[in-house]
T-cell receptor, first 115, second 112 residues
Framework: ETGVTQSPTHLIKTRGQQVTLRCSSQ?????VSWYQQALGQGPQFIFQ???????GRGNFPPRFSGLQFPNYSSELNVNALELDDSALYLC??????????????FGEGSRLTVL | KQEVTQIPAALSVPEGENLVLNCSFT??????LQWFRQDPGKGLTSLLL?????REQTSGRLNASLDKSSGRSTLYIAASQPGDSATYLC???????????FGTGTRLTVIP
């Protein structure tokens, strides 16, 4: 069984730039969620994708956007980077049945530093 | 809005000791509660998932309990080992939402 994989593991950008983070979901999972974890904090929900559609969004501005592909992999795009975007970005996959939320399995994360 | 609190923020114990980590949440209308482990700079590893209809779950030396009506969960770790040193996070899924609400975690250090 293949787990959740994320790339890149680390990256450094400058303020105003754009970044794309990638996630491959665990085999058999149809839903991907993205979380932002600032240093010393718990993860904060950005959004979730189910069957290639956004299926819920947290309190993040529109410059945070995403995609889910037919193979259930996903991208997180952040435009006009700000210093406060520096964080660990976590991708989680799950199998949603429409009845209740399944157990989430997380990747190792992408560490973004904005200078 | 759901708020999750974990106490204590940090805990140091000698090897072999049994310990309890606490988690509380403000909205008792949850679907499930998960406990995670996070090593420094790493992703989250799921430890235990408790559905809202369940009272506890066990895996090896770990036991998690859930009291939904009082908005509390505990994670009990038996016979702690230095390898248990990590940050432990609890998270809940609330009815009507499809995301996890996390606490800020308890950083555990087990001293050999």
């Amino acid at each position: 069984e293949t787990g959740v994989t994320q790339s890149p593991t680390h990256l450094i950008k400058t303020r105003g730039q754009q970044v794309t983070l990638r996630c491959s979901s665990q085999s058999g999972h149809n839903t991907v969620s993205w979380y932002q974890q600032a240093l010393g904090q718990g993860p904060q929900f950005i959004f979730q994708y189910y069957r290639e559609e956004e299926n819920g969004r947290g309190n993040f501005p529109p410059r945070f956007s995403g995609l889910q592909f037919p193979n259930y992999s996903s991208e997180l795009n952040v435009n006009a980077l700000e210093l406060d975007d520096s964080a660990l970005y976590l991708c989680a996959s799950s199998l949603e049945s429409g009845l209740n939320t399944g157990e989430l399995f997380f990747g190792e994360g992408s560490r973004l530093t904005v200078l | 809005k759901q708020e999750v609190t974990q106490i204590p923020a940090a805990l140091s114990v000698p090897e072999g000791e049994n310990l309890v980590l606490n988690c509380s949440f403000t909205d008792s209308a949850i679907y499930n509660l998960q406990w995670f482990r996070q090593d420094p700079g790493k992703g989250l590893t799921s430890l235990l998932l408790i559905q809202s209809s369940q009272r506890e779950q066990t895996s090896g030396r770990l036991n998690a309990s859930l009291d939904k009506s009082s908005g509390r969960s505990t994670l009990y770790i038996a016979a702690s080992q230095p390898g248990d040193s990590a940050t432990y996070l609890c998270a809940v899924t609330t009815g009507g939402a499809n995301n996890l609400f996390f606490g800020t975690g308890t950083r555990l250090t087990v001293i050999p």
